[in-house]
Every structure is written in C-alpha cells, then in structure tokens.
C-alpha cells in the first residue's frame, strides 16, 4: 500500500446510502461506525479500499461502507480477497467475516490465507453462534450449548480463533469487543498498520439468539476483573484496582495478587513477539480461573505474499526480458512449409 | 544407403510402447520433430499410464506415444497401427491388438526374460511361439546392440540401457528414410553439460540407422512424401499448450494482466506449469489450497481489473459451480477451462471424455446462464481460447471452454499466427460521470455492464450475490426486479450469436446425412465424412464451436438434411440440445471408452443409417 | 351476537401484515387451526422478510402470512385478498396491491404515527387521504383498545401491546363467526407459567371479537361452511415438517438407522432442526462444518449401513455435486433434497423457485445419472420423501428430492396417514456365500449391487471414485468396461419407470390442452384447470413427481392433446426434457419472480393458447 | 471399539489381493508393511476395520489392506470417516492422506474433525509434495521450493503439521519416520489406543518427485543428532552418544551438552499432556539448530463426539421413552372429518 497524501477524508464519506439492516441492538453496529471513523485516518484514499465479506449477519457489512466492495458467498471471502489484493497490491483489503463464515465452512481458505501472510486484514466478528440463519451453534459456540439444531446440547468442542490462527501460521493475531469503541478503533488500526495478513478478533454480542455471550468483558461490574488488556513489554496486570497479576508456574499460568504475595517484577511480560507466549495467551479462555486476554497477542514480520511475487515478475523481466509474445509463440522448433 | 526396394506410402501411423521409464514420449516427440521437417502433415497422442508409476515391466507401467504421419493433410493420429514399436512383453500384451494383419512389430528382445514374461502375463515367449504369425516380426536384441555400440565408451551400465529408445529411433528413420541431423542437432543442445550423454545417445540413434541399412531382415524401405500444407511457419503444439498461450495472447490483446488461479488436477496441471514460466509476461499463477479457491481468487482478480482465468477437470469444475454462479449474478468476466476426463466421479483420470457439456450449462443453482466454446483440434485451442477471453471482457461473464484430454496432449503442425492476425480484445472500464456510477446499467446492445475497478474514484460501488436490482445494483427482493434479471442474464448469452460466423458445411449444403459434432471429435469425424464422400456417399459434416448459445443460423442448416448424426464420447448430450431446440430426430453415436472415436467406427454407423 | 346480515361465502383470502415483532405469523397459525377445526378446507403461506430483522415500522421488516379457507377442496393459499389486516403503514404499503377491490382493510390506526408513515414512504397518511377509497377501510385504534381492555390488570405497557394480534384475531373470529374457545385453550396450554399472558391475551381476543359484535361498523358477519374432505383424522402440515417425518418414517420402515449429515441454509434449515429432537427415535443428525462434509459424512454413514440423507438449498446443494458422485460411482444409497430457493448464486434466500431441476439431472461431472423425484403439496412431501429413501435403499442410488420455499413453509391440512398404509421397505444386505462376495455384482432385474458394510466378517471389500470393473469392483481402466458400467449406471436409473404409477390425467383424456407440471405448482395448475374446465374448454392437467425417469407412458398422453403447456418457476427446464424426449411442441409459462404462480396468470396463459 | 477375542490374526490377513502401484522405492510401502504387521495386533476383528482415504499416491492405500476400504475424493475422507465412525461406532476407523489431502484441500474437514475428536485415527503421510500430479509444491513443501509449478520458487510459508493439529484442538498428536520400522510399528498403536482423534504424521520420502526430503532423519550418518525421540517423563536427551539436551531458556528451547555445561536435571523433561510444551516442541521443525521431534508430542483425554451422541440417544430413550412414530406423525393438533 502506498500511502499519498489525500483530501483529508471524514467518517462522512465512508457510510454509503444503503439502510443499514441488523437487529436493532446489534453488535454489528458499534464495529461498523468504529470501522467508519478509523478508515479515513489511515491515509489511504477513499477508493483505494476494498471490504469482501462472506455471508452473514455480519457480512452484509460492505453494503454500507461507502467504498468497493464484494458482499461474496459464504466462506470464501479469503480466497476471492487473495485475489483481489495479488491482483492489486496496492489496495488496503479487509475481509469482514463472521464465526460460521471464517471457521466452519470457510476454514481452509482462512487458515491458507493466514500461512500466505497476504497483506490483508481479517475482521471476525465473533457472536458465537449463527445468526443470519437464525440461531445454530457456530465452531465457537460453547461444548454443550443449546440451539435449534442442538436442542440437546452441542457436542462439538469449540475452536479457539487465536489458537487456530497461530497454529496455522498467523503473523498478526489480536483481540477486540465490539462495545469497547476505543480498544476496537486502536485495534483495526494495528491491524492496518501490520504489513502481512492480520487477524483480528471482534467480540461480538447478537441480542436475538446469543445475547449476553460476552458479558464478563462487557458488563462494567465484572469486566475489569476478566479484562486482561496486553501491552507489550509491561507486565500482565489486571483487575478494578489494577492489583491482579499474571505469574508463570512452568507453563502453567496463574493469577496472583500483587503487593499481597507478590510483586511487580515477578509478574508475566508481555512479548508480543513471541510466538509461544502467544500459544500460552491464547489458551488463557479456556481456563476459569484466567482473564480474557485483549489485544495485540501476537505480531512477528514475515515476507508478503503479493509482495514476493511483485519482486518475482520484476527480476524475471530483468533477466529474461519483456516477455515478448510472438517468440513465445513461435517456440524453439518450427519449419517452413513453402 | 545399399540399394534397396523403397516403397511410397500415403500415411504411416507408428505406435511407441513400453516401460515408463522407457522413453518412449521422448521417441515420440523427436520422431514426430522429424517428420515435422520433413514437411509430413502429422498428428499424435500420447497414451500414458494411469497416474503412478507402476513396477517397470508390468501391465500398468506401459506408457505409449502413437503418430500418424502422411504425404496428404490428416485429422488424426491414425487408428489401426502400420508399425508397433515393443520395448517389453507388457508393451507387447498392451498393444498387438492395435496392430494391423501384417503390421511390421520391432520387439527388443533382450527384454523378454521370464521375468517380464511373467509379470506382463504371457504363458510362453510369443516371439517364440507361432502366437505373432500374423505380423512381420523384427525380434532384434536392442540391449545388446547399445552395449557393443558402446564398449570403448565410459558411461555406466544404466546409462547405455537408456539410449535403447534412440536405436529403436535410428532403425525407423532408417526405415521412413529420414534425416537424423535434426535428432544430432537437439541432443546436443539438450546435453550441453553431458558430452557423454550426446555421444551416447548418437552412437545408439546411428547403430539403429545401421542395423536398418545392414542387415538384410527389412526387406523394404518406405517413402512418405511432405503433405500439401499451407505455406507458412509451423510448429508442431498440443491442445494444453495452445491452450496456455491464447491467454498470454488475450491478455496482450485486451491490455488486461493476466491472472490464473487453479489447483492441480488431471490433465489440466499443465496449463498451470505453463503460465507459471511466464512471470516475464506478468503473468501471475495462484495455486491455490483447491478449486473453490482458485476461482475464487481469480473472481477476486476480476472484480480488480484482471484478465481472470481458472482451468481444471471434471471433479474440480464440480466444485467451482457456486463461485462460477457468483461471477454469473455479478457479471464478472471470468474464463473457465476444463480439459475433459473420463467421469463420473475420478473415473479415469488420464483417459479422454466429452461428458461435461451439460456440466457447464447447467451446474449451477438457479438461472445461472453462461457462453460454452469448445475447440477442435489441439491448434484450436489457441484460438478458442482467445476467443473465450474476448467474449469474457466484452460481454462481462464467465465463459467455459472445454478440452479434454486427448485434445489436451495430443498434437499436430501448427502454422504460426502473426499477432496481427489475431483478433483484438477491446476492454473498456467505467469513466467518471455526472451523477452517480450504477454498475448495473447495460450497453444496449451486449447488455454487458459496465467495469469500474477498485483504485478508480468516484466509482465505489459494492456488489455481491444477493440479486441486484437493475441499474442501481443494490441488493434488491422485488419479484418483478427478480424476474427481469433472470431474462437479462439469458438474453446477453443468447445475444452472442452475434459472435458467431456463419455455420460451415463441409460437404454438400443439402444431403442425406449431416453429421453434426463439437470439440475433440473433429478429425475423427472429418475423416470419416471425407472416406464416405469419396465413396460417392450424400454425407456432410458441421462442427460447433460454440455450445451455448448455438449459431442461429444452424437450425436451417439441419433441416437441409434428411438425417442428423451426432456422435459424442459421451452418452449423449449436445443431442439433447439439438432435439429440444428444434424438434428434429437426430441420432447419436456415443461410445464412452475414454477413448477417441475411431474412423471405423463412426463410418459404421453412418452406413447403418444411409 | 346482535341480528346481524349474514352473507355465505365459498372461499374467503386473508392476508395478516405486520411489524416482524408483532406476531403475524402467530396469528395466522391460530386463525388457521380455528379454520380447521371448523372443517374448512386450508392452504396457507408465510411470507417472511429478507432473513436479519430490518428496523422496526421499515418496509423491510415487514412479516406477513396468508390463508385461505373454504368449503371446498382447494389448493393454494389463494391470490387476491378478500381480507388484509395491516399492522402499520409498512405492511399496508407492501401488500395493499394485493387486496382486491372492494375488499376489507383493517388498518392499526394506532401506528399510523408520522415516524412510521415516514419509514413506510407514504407522503400523507392514507387513512386519512382518499387513496383507500376502493376499499372497505376499518381502521381501528387496536393499541388503545388492548391498553383499555387491560386497564386494571398490572402488565407492562409491552405486554399489552404485544397482545394487539389477539385483538385483530378476536375481530376476525367474530367477522367470520369462529368459536375462540381453542384459542383460549392454546393460551392456557402455552403460558401455564404465565398467567397473566393467558389473561391479557384472552382479553385482548375477546375485546377484538366484541368490538365488531358492539360497533356498527362492520356491516355484515360471513359463513364459510367446512369442506367436504375425505373422513379422516387430521392435522395441518408444513412441507418441510412432512419432509422431516416422510425420512423417520422410512428409516423405521426399512430398519435402517436414519443418518442425516447437513449444514444449515434457508429454507432448508428446519430438517435439520426437526431431525436433531428426535433421538429417541435413534436418529443421529450431524451439523457438518460445510455442505460438502455433510453430504461427505451421509455418505461414509451409507457405506456403514444407515438410511443417509442430505438437506440443503441450492448453493448447497451446488458443493455437494462431486460428492453425490462419489456416492453415483460407489452406488451408496443416499438422499439429497433440495428445497429450492431463488437463485442464481445468493439470490433470494427467502424466496421459491423451481431452478434446480437440471442441477439435480447434471450438476456432476461424466455421465452420473440420478432419479430425480419431486413432492406437489406440503402433505406431499412426505410420501414423496419416503418414496425417494425406498428407491434409494432398494437400487442403491443417490435420489434428489426437489421441494422448494413455497412447499417448505406452506401448510395445508393433512390426513394423517396410519403406518398401515405406508408402503413397506425392504433393505437386505449381501450374505456370506461360498467365492468372494463381489461388490459390483447386480440383481438382475433392477441392477442393483449387493450391499455388504464393515463388521460383517469375509465380507470385506474396497470401493471408490476410479472405474470399478464389473463384477469384481476393482479399478479398472478397460475402454470396454467403462463403457459397460457408463451404460449400466444408466439403465438403471432409466430401470425405475417400473416404479412409477401410471400417469393420472385430470380432466378428458385426449382435448385441446395439456398442462403439464411438476412441484410445488401443483395447486395454482388445478386450480387454473378446474376453472376452465367449468367454462366448458377442453383443458386437462397432468403433475408429475418423477422427473428422472420421466413416466413411461407420459409419451402416449401427451400426444392426445392438441396442446401441452408446461409453467414453471424457471425458464424452462422440464420444458427442455419434454422437447428433447417426445419431440413436441410444447409451450411454456415461466415467471421467475420468487413467488408462486398465480391462477390468473396460468389461466391467461391457457386462454392465449387455446 | 470393544474388543472381542479374536482368532489371533497375522499380518497376512492384511494383505489384499491387488498388486501394489507405487514407484519402486516409495516410502508409502514401509508405511503400508508396517501397517499390515500391527493391525493384527490390535486385538480388533478384521472386519471391523475401515480404511478411508482421499485421492494421491498414499491414498490408494486402502486397496492393498484387505479390510473394508474406502478410497474416495480428494480431502474429502475426514468427512466421509467421520460418517462411518458416527454411523458405527464400533468399528477401528483409520484415515490415510496425504499433505495435499489432508492440508490443502481437505484442511477444513481435518481441522473439524480434530476439534470434534471422534475415535478415529489420522495417518498422514508427509511427502511435502504433491506425487500423483507429478511434483507440484504443497502445503508442507519448503519456502521458495522449485516444482513444476513454482519454476521461481514457492511464495507460500508452509504449514506445520503438529501445529496445525495443536491450534485447532487435537486430543492426540505424534510423529514418526516411513523408513523406521519399529518407531512407526509403535506409533501405530500409540494412534490406535489413543481414545479420541488422533494425529500422527509420517515423514515420508517420495523418491521421484522429493526425493532425501527427510535425509536429515534417515541417513545413518546424520540422524542421531537430528532426532530427539520423546518419552513421557523423560529429560530431553539425543545425539549419537546421548550426550545432547534441550534446555528452556525463557520459551526458547537450546540445545545443550549433558555432563559439560549442564547437567540432566536442567534438561526439559518432556510431558506428553502438557499442551503449553507441545506447541514449543511443535516450533523446533522451524528452527535449524533444533532437533526433529518424533514420537507423541502431546495427549490427552476428551469426550469422544460419537460417544456423546449415543449417550444422549440413550438418555433421550429413557426420558421420552422409544419414539413412537406414529404419535410423532399425528402429532398434537388434530381433528375429525366424518
Ligand atoms: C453455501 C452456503 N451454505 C449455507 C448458507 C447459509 N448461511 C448463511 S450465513 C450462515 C452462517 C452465518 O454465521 P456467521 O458466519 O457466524 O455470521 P453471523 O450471521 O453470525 O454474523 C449460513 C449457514 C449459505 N448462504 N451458503
Ligand atoms: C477435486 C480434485 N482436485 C484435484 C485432484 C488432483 N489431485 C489428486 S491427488 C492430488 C494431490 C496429492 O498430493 P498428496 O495429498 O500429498 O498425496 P501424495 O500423492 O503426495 O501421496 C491432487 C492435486 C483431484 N483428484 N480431485
Ligand atoms: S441476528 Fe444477531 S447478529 Fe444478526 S443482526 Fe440480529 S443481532 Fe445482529
Ligand atoms: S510419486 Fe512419489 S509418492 Fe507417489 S508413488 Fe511414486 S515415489 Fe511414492
Ligand atoms: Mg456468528
Ligand atoms: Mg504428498
């Protein structure tokens, strides 16, 4: 992305003319007006971006961003944005994709784009459940939950995005809540900032078949004390009093209170770098007793795919030439008919 | 050269059998390159083994490569074999059958041990026994001969046991009383680095060409004067390669990058291999984690201003349906290539078959229309390619293109074309304009939407697979709407009849039988229809280029007819079309083996319907 | 009641309009178990808003569901509107076109506020300006009326607004003088724990019917006598409730465990929401990752044993292509229905269509033939769904079942059938026998292989996607054998025509015209017909529900008749088959507008013919 | 899998009567030996064993096990063995894949089959090529390889198998070597007694088209000093003379010389269930100076999908009784016509 100065840009010029269709209350809003208000701040010209979207609730979200955009089929919007981005790498690609789009039937594509480190940005609004068609049980959704298509309970075990990001070779993996309007604005611009695909989690509340899912980072009376907001290079504290710790017992994470029996220094540091922290951070939500870990889990610099095969038709056209047609056409061996 | 009987032959079709590891592709091709210079019309098909490489010596291990070389333009790689080449007895079980009474067999006979006796299934030695009586048999000890070639020679065991395919090569040039220049020549440019590899392969190719000339056991020699083709440029080109460079070229054409995502399958791999060289072209190739990915990838790179393209067979095309409908209800241009294999299902991977025509019409959910080109010769596929792509860009669609396999890896003289000769592509995007952009507006005469890319400003607009309400383009659940894009999308495919020339009649324009065909059935059918002319039969032949839609002007063209035949290696499909479209009783030749039509067999039922 | 006019009516059409929230769909599933109890004959159709709830009072959101009941045997949930109830000006907006002149409007005057007449795009308040003037408008203060009605009762103002649909159905109770005793009944049922729901609700259904017994403002009070249906007991049905029954049933009945891999879709989501509460019935349901995994799974579950069965909607149903292939070529019995929605790609997820007919015959690759079997009425679909597993276990072959949104949500009342009278299964597996089991020998009759599944011991055996050889199964790349087995896989789909029931003609066996159609269109063409018949013209209809293989005796009708007409929601596939097969004339009718067909226009149609 | 006495079956009793089609040399027919000698061992009825497999030159391996065989399409057998294993869970389920099929076209189902952690046992046979097309890069082929379809190199990062495995929640994962007969015998049933899915790789060389790809691991001269063999409970020692260790350093695993700078209780004890250790086990293929980890990397019990889903049709039986069809067919609402 080459970033020229522009005509300073406005929340304004990103909402398109399209009614916006969520259920009132939606989460989807809050992730759309941040979206709204951070893309002018990037610097990027207007019609330089590019938001491909899956199907689903939250898919429906290119329609109301007043930029190109590709409303696809469900779960391919990783692929199809592949090929708009190498097609173009001068363009800022967003997929907005939701739990069923990008981890049930989109997963492959996901976690190929993901290893291929193309330079896009991956928004996954994340509520837990499928919501377009009404209410089944997504990959996320808890073991055991209830759901029209599981009136008995769901016996799948859920995926855990970052986990399934980092295992398959995520160079960006972060966290972010749809209610929390700061976190989520410093949150899309990290991901734009990262030069190389970029994960991004959005928690993401649907009031009609999964509400409250979130509430222990969303609730004001609870969500300090399961918030645990990463820094990198500080050390993991948490807590209404910011006097709960993270230590480290091998491998095996726990809380502790700081001051009490233990300080600073003995704490966790977040390295954003490192990648089997990262693995531990990750694992943090399926354990009670652990905060849920917010923002940037993850971040490492690896070569971009598009860019790569820039370079590579470059250094091709040096070394052997413009390609020219009719050569290639005549070949090596021909004869004369007279 | 001793002063030998030499006899003029019309047409030649040799067939090269054995080991994989054999070379006998290679044989092939170099014999095929000779023949070539020498000014033969010429056509040819490898026959490989089933994907893996099978224990040397088996049934399953034997690959084959057969060519028909004539003094008069030809079709086809020929059907019953004049001469079989035999590197072992599996060679020899796979084969002989194809060989005609009296053919000339050339057996190494070092290879026929017990061991590949028994691997291969033969009771008792058949160069030993009467079981060949039929044929003129050269047993020649191919093995041992290379080895003498080249006792004072330093080169490993293996690698003399390797030029065997080079005196086998020596013997028919001998034979055909060809140059071997043109083979000196090209072994060493290929072996710059391995002198010895040259010498090698020489002293076999010669010691062939010797054993030929010395030895008293060919009775003749045979001539095959160059054919009457069209002065010009040739080079000899297979159907996927053709294939490959009409989209170079329509990319070139249209001034649009190409773009091509695919994942690899069976034949159609090549294609991949191709444009992957091509990065000095701009090319860019995307292999992708599978199919619904690599459309989808090049429907991205379409939506961003790509010449987009994606090729595979029968298994991967089912699985690009619902991204191929997307591109249909977005109006993307998209070019979609299936090199045909023997279904259903994996069926028969490296085996032939025309049986995704119905596939490409109708594989998709809803009312999702798209245009079907097929070419008819591996040459063709050049430029129906080109053409797809042309259609894709003007009209704002996928377009399929169906190969197959024998089209795919087959190959004949191609006489060059000047880039000025080939159509150009005009590919014209949105402009800014007072007022708002609407991607749905139409020109009136294609009906095609306008193209505005990603980049451009002013001309943000998003589109998606919810159907989309005419001019605006926003999603849109009004009956009427729905209805009126269901027949646009119809009406701008059965608008291109306008592409299409006139229909050609090879032939009498009015007869007794019209056999009507489409894609790879081309020479096999045109060769049929020219033995029954020249027998004085009321027989023509009309091929199709294009599926759907079809020509408007075919309909008249068969009602000229008393009667329709066409012939498909499938179970009948065009005819289908061609009953439903206008009622008449056409009949079908369809014969599913994985394999081309044979003359013999199209001429059968011809006379069985005269 | 007061010495009210009581007038007579056949047939009455009412349509409930509504905000999603305000429980329209609720109030017709009440109004019509009322009807039915009261014996009136019933067609019924939701029409749902475009799937995510849209804002509050926005044309988009608007919910609507129609029914007509009368005493006669009908068909369809009718066309126009004897009667619209219009919750707020958006539901007014969105269907006032449909209310016949003349017709009764019962408007919520309480919601006529500004902000909705805004979001409804109505520029001045149509109760109040003359644009209603063609009908009988009432327009009633229902919110105000409940808010009286519930005075002294403390519920949240919420609540009693959330009762306004019990005020419209009390009124229409009392219009069409239906007792409300069931309705009370079902309240007390539903909210045993809340009682001051039962309450409010009753009060507001009882307010409705006395507020047209008190006020002078309705003129008349109408009778619509019960139908002279069949003696039975009864229940209504929805077809893809029917189609969820229909495979229970089958699996009992065949004593295979019922397996039913799938991923959600609109419409065809609730199979699999029913299937999954049945475990008691030992059915395992398996919400896959994708469509392509839970056709995948169905087929692995076939292969060990079990009746196998898919859901989905068109680009569903388009992913599952390669897999249904695998299941041709292995010969597994397996399901597919598809309950078709408006496509191409996304399209209308909502709305019907009958697009998907040739994706079903050819949306695989190679020639990979498929019975192709589709349900005429909710009811319908369960003896059609049960007919497909029968085929499906006894020729061991994938079927497609072909209903669609219309048919899927549609409810009519249904004779429920008892066990008695469901045609048995037989489903045998292969024995031990003396020689190896050969897992492509065929019975003669029908062609079917012998079914033999891991844990039966010296039964083991391998399948899969390559060319099995006959007999044997193993792979095989024989030209013969591909032929054979292409040609066998055919003959015995095309075998099925002895499973087939002669084709019924309704109406005179030869005439002027034949209406030909097959699905969900079954009711708007006997209606259609029966009308014209009592004009006295010479029009017959004939439905079919195998449309591969088409009846054998089909041929024969159709060529009685002068004419055949065939309307479809696409355009024209059957059509095509029919063209192609017989070599007729045939005409078709196709409105592709995601919604059923309407009498008057299959008439107009037939009249245009005739 | 209950297992009945059997009649003591013998490698033989595997042994179908189709000649095998690899290239002479391939590593596919250790693996398919190797299998062959342990099934018998398994105390399962011949018949209750299914080999499902996809499409590639590793999948045709069902053919030559004279059990019941599945050879379906290509990525697809995840999917199809969970039907099998859902529909009888009685039965020894094995799938046989390639690195195509299992992580390029069949990433999807293998993902979701490792989180739903039914009882069936992943071989998959890493060639890190792709050998029945004839040499095209995959998934697991090296950054920049030249391949028939990559004559510039490949501009894809490659996946890592057990990290694949690990991030999407699998119960079970090891990794063994084609051309080691006992380690593979032993991983075999390892695979086999694990009760839930799992994952075992198989480096396999594919001498056309890679060959030596796993030289590092197989050459007698080299591959003590690049194999570390896990054992549970066991410091992490290797190298010809045992001499080498692995020591932690933060999360950066080292390798270092036992008896010199360090002694064996600094050396990192391997612990099979301790999921934060198996995904830095997992990294050490990313690292050169780090040995190759074989033998089962990490394990633990979870609630099998099919074990679930008949407990919930028993449970189901016993609240609602049988089912009883026809009240299900008449339902609650009816009424007479006479
Ligand atoms: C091929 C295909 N399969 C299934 C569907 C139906 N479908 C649409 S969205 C969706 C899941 C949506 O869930 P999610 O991605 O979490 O988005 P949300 O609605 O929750 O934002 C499904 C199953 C479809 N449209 N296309
Ligand atoms: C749908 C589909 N796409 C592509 C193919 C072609 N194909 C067959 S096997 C294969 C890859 C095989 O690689 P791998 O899984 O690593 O197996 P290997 O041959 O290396 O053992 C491909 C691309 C196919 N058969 N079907
Ligand atoms: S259903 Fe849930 S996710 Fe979808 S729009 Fe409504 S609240 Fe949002
Ligand atoms: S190509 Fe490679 S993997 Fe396939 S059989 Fe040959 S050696 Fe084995
Ligand atoms: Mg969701
Ligand atoms: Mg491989």
Redesign the interface.
Known sequence: MTETDVPTLTRKDFV?D?DVRWCPGCGDYSILAQTQKTMPELGV??????F?AG?GCSSRF??Y?????????HG?AP??????????P??SVWVITGDGDALSIGG??LI?LLRRNLDINIVLFNNEIYGLTKGQYSPTSEFGKKTKSSPFGSLDRPFNPPSVALGTQSTFVARTVDSNTAHLQASLKRAYEHKGTSFLEVYQNCLIYNDGAFSHVTDKAVKDDNILDLQHGQPMVFGGEGDKGIRLDGFTAEVVTVGKDVSMDDLLVHDEHDKNLAAILANFTEDESLPTPLGVIFSEEQPNYEAL?TK??ES??E?????D??Q????T?????? | MSDQKVETLESVVIRFAGDSGDGMQLMGDRFT?TA??V?NDLGTFPDFP???????G?L?GVSAFQLQFSSRDIFTPGDNLDVLVAMNPAALKMHIKDLKAGGILIANKSNFTAKNLKLAVWESNPLEDDSLNDYQVHDIEISRLVVNAMEDMDVTSKTVERTKNFFGLGLLYWMYGRPMEPTVEWLEKKFKKRPELIEANTRALKAGYNFGDITESFAVQYEVG?AP????????ITGNYATG?GL??AA?NSKR?L?Y?G????PA?DI??QL???????V??????????GV???????????L?VTAS???G???K???I??A???ELPLVVINVQR???????P??T?Q??L??A????????PAPVLAPSTPGDCFFTTHEACRIALKYMTPVFVLTDAFLANGSEPW?????DDIPPIDSSFAEMRDGQYMPYERDEETLAREWA???????????????REHISG??S?D??N??LM??L??EKVAGMTREIPPTEVYGDATGDLLVLGWGSTFGAIRTSVEALRSEGKSVSHTHLKWLNPLPADLGEHLLKFQKVLIPEV??GQLI??I???F???AEGLN?????PFRKSQIIAKMKEIL
């Open positions: 398109s399209q010209p207007k019609e330089k971006f590019v491909v199907i290119p329609y961003m007043d930029t190109f955009g590709f409303h696809t089929i391919r692929a199809i944005a592949s090929g708009v981005k190498l097609a173009n001068d363009l492959n594509h190929h095969m590579q038709i091709a056209k070394k052997l030439g413009e390609g047609l009719q290639l056409i005549i070949g061996d021909t004869w004369e008919v007279a | 390159n070539a210079l000014g089933a994907e893996i490489r099978a224990p040397a088996s399953a160059p083709l069209e002065p010009g440029t040739y080079r000899n460079l170079v070229a070139q990058p773009y995502g994942y690899p399958i069976t791999s991949l291999h992957s060289h091509y990065r000095n072209f701009g860019k190739t995307f292999q992708a984690e599978d199919e619904i990915a989808g990838s090049a429907v991205g790179a379409a939506f961003a201003g790509s987009a067979s029968g298994p095309i089912c699985l349906g619902e991204v409908g997307l249909v209800i977005t023997a279904g259903p299902s994996t069926g028969m490296t085996k078959e049986a995704d119905f596939l019409m109708y594989g998709r959910n809803g009312e999702s006489m060059i074309p000047s880039l890319i990603p980049g451009m400003a002013g001309l943000e607009h998003r589109i998606g697979g919810l159907e926003n999603v659940y009956p009427d729905h209805d269901v027949r999308r119809a499938n179970s289908k079309l009953r439903s479209e009622l008449i009783d014969l599913v083996r994985g394999k």
